[in-house]
Nanobody, 130 residues
Framework: QVQLVESGGGLVQPGGSLRLSCQAF????????IGWFRQAPGKEREGVSC?????????YYADSVKGRFTISRDSAKNTVHLQMNSLKPEDTAVYYC??????????????????????WGQGTQVTVSS
């Protein structure tokens, strides 16, 4: 049974930082592509980032977070992190990690489309406010 567990969300002031973690059970994060999504109130879920387990561990980011967010993998802990810096109020959302059980590379599928993923975590709330 596959389970993804997110942690690290919270309340932070604008300009601050948070590091989200996604620990996987029953799925090796160094075998498959792992993505991060977010959903703000009243909005559709959007893709934030994706990390491949092949092709040089390539990473991908939405334009809205490029240069501020960094996705990484800790294979020893079977965990994927999302380091979020220079946070803005518009980053406020529930953040989800997701696993694609078919592809190792984010470039092999529509990595920013939620229907392309097979497994989801329960989400963690990130609130950016002064």
């Amino acid at each position: 049974q596959v389970q993804l567990v997110e942690s690290g969300g919270g309340l932070v002031q604008p300009g601050g930082s948070l590091r989200l973690s996604c620990q996987a059970f029953g799925l090796r994060v160094d075998y498959y592509a792992i993505g991060w999504f977010r959903q703000a109130p009243g909005k559709e879920r959007e893709g934030v980032s994706c990390i491949s387990s092949s092709e040089g561990n390539s990473t991908y980011y939405a334009d809205s977070v490029k240069g501020r967010f960094t996705i990484s993998r800790d294979s020893a802990k079977n965990t994927v992190h999302l380091q979020m810096n220079s946070l803005k109020p518009e980053d406020t959302a529930v953040y989800y990690c997701a696993g694609n059980a078919v592809h190792s590379g984010c470039y092999r599928f529509n990595y920013n489309t939620d229907s392309e993923y097979d497994y989801w975590g329960q989400g963690t709330q990130v609130t950016v406010s002064s």
